[in-house]
């Protein structure tokens, strides 16, 4: 709850929300923004009733924005939602915001008050008309269908709330969190709410010049400052999801070695996981749970498909594959993520059928670390020679090692290593996929290193020994791939 000079109904509403009744636990943070009015005291007195109610003080005026940062950095539930300090919105109606949040329906759930809700009260015309345009620009933006962005009610999960990149300070959070929202490609769902609004008299406080503001950040959010998140692994991803026409290159490498019973280890979002539908067996397996829930969402009801939050590296977590047999290992762009590479690659071939196979694709040329690779958690480039050892002292026989998109090394060298950049965005994977013709003419010429390394060990078939793979490769070798 943001608050600014709202005495004359402080109380009130903080008494409201307290006193509901939802199927989870409940707590308010109050921000005071600098209020000169008394609202303090009547927060610190609140506060001592109950000890739900969490006040933070602010010594000057940030802004709506500014109070509701500090908000989400001080809350520790799973859901969050902004109530308003005046009494426009109904916290009797919290709860059917978050219902469908709590079914599992919705990732973020907006309280629409244009949307058939049962009471409103009548109030200014060229509000709404500016509400309904700037909702609509938004769409526009975003391709989805809000009918009001411009509400206070907006119920978002914590884990999603706290990982969206959010600056605005004003009034411009609400089409700046639409925005980032439909960025991050979640489930977003409208609930009708009723709505009070007030009169300026009343204690309004938003005016036309936060309209024009408005029209500002949705320009910026929109088409100029795309970083949706802090979660770079899932930024980077996102990007590369939409590249499809280089996903499926990509999956041309490999798919020739490609079995039946297939074990995706580190499947992100599943970008690579669409290319292998249709087979007997396809478990994907990844150890950040927003992953394991987002890849379950888009593949969970096909027959034969799997997903497990697994650790890569810890034989224990693999005892939820018992029983499940697997002829082929893909691991595309993971293994340069983990500290121990060569414990899982001993867990990759103890989880193979006889003759089975694993694919691993890594970035290579520890020369080319630069800070992108940093941003995203790698821990290492890999030289051929590192990678085939270790997969050898593993207990694989190398079937192939292929060296794979040379196009790409000469933007990630001038974008890291000349420029300096920390990131690459959704734009950059866009303009990658239009030159994928000339990428995939270079490829064929060896003018310059390759960006990634394709190896694929074969474990050796029933009978054969396998190698017990316990010495450790020395110090200097594990650590040459990190600048």
């Not at 005071?32 to 009547?42: C, K």
């Amino acid at each position: 709850m943001p608050v600014y000079n709202e005495r004359m109904t402080l109380e009130t509403i903080v008494r409201r929300v307290m006193s509901i009744s939802l199927p989870i636990g409940l707590e308010l943070v109050c921000v005071d923004d600098g209020s000169r009015d008394g609202s303090r005291d009547i927060l610190t007195a609140l506060a001592k009733e109950d000890p739900r109610i969490k006040v933070i003080f602010h010594e000057r005026n940030t802004g709506k924005g500014g109070a509701i940062h500090t908000a989400i950095a001080n809350m520790s539930g799973d859901i969050a939602i902004v109530q308003d300090a005046d009494l426009e919105y109904d916290p009797n109606e919290i709860g059917r915001l978050i219902a469908p949040i709590l079914n599992g329906t919705a990732d973020a759930v907006f309280g629409s008050r244009f949307a058939g809700s049962e009471c409103r009260r009548v109030l200014y015309y060229w509000h709404s008309v500016g509400n309904k345009l700037l909702t609509w620009l938004t769409n526009v933006i975003c391709d989805l269908n809000y009918t009001d962005m411009e509400t206070c009610y907006k119920a978002v999960r914590a884990d999603i709330l706290k990982q969206t990149r959010l600056v605005q300070k004003d009034f411009g959070l609400e089409p700046e969190l639409a925005i980032r929202l439909s960025q991050w490609g979640i489930r977003i769902y409208e609930v009708p709410i009723s709505y009070v609004g007030r009169t300026y008299q009343e204690g309004k406080k938003i005016t036309w010049k936060d309209g024009v503001r408005a029209l500002y950040v949705i320009a910026r959010t929109g088409f100029f400052d795309k970083r949706f998140t802090t979660h770079d692994g899932y930024y980077v991803l996102k990007g590369i999801d939409k590249s499809q026409a280089f996903n499926k290159w990509m999956y041309e490498q490999i798919s020739r070695h490609v079995g039946r019973a297939v074990l995706e280890c580190g499947c992100g979002i599943g970008t690579l996981t669409a290319h292998m539908l249709g087979r007997d067996r396809l478990i994907c397996a990844d150890i950040d749970p927003f992953y394991v829930e987002i890849v379950h969402r888009r593949f969970g009801h096909l027959k034969g498909f799997g997903v497990k939050r697994l650790d890569l590296t810890d034989k224990e977590s693999y005892k939820q594959l018992s029983g499940m047999a697997f002829d082929t290992i893909v691991c595309m762009n993971v293994l340069e993520h983990l500290e121990d590479d060569e414990e899982a690659l001993r867990c990759f071939i103890e989880s193979l059928n006889p003759a089975g196979k694993a694919i691993v694709l890594v970035p290579q040329h520890p020369w080319l670390y630069t800070p992108i690779d940093k941003s995203v958690g790698h821990h290492r480039r890999y030289t051929v020679e590192q990678l085939t050892e270790r997969m050898s002292k593993a207990g694989f026989e190398i079937a192939e090692v292929r060296q794979f998109n040379r196009f790409a090394s000469l933007g990630w060298f001038v974008r890291g290593k000349l420029l300096g950049k920390a990131h690459i965005g959704p734009g950059s994977m866009a303009f990658y996929d239009m030159l994928l013709p000339l990428a995939k003419v270079i490829e064929a010429l060896p003018i310059w290193p390759a960006m990634s390394l394709i190896v694929v060990g074969q474990k050796p078939a029933a009978g054969k020994p396998v190698p017990a793979g316990e010495d450790k490769i020395s110090d200097h070798a594990s650590s040459s791939g990190v600048s």
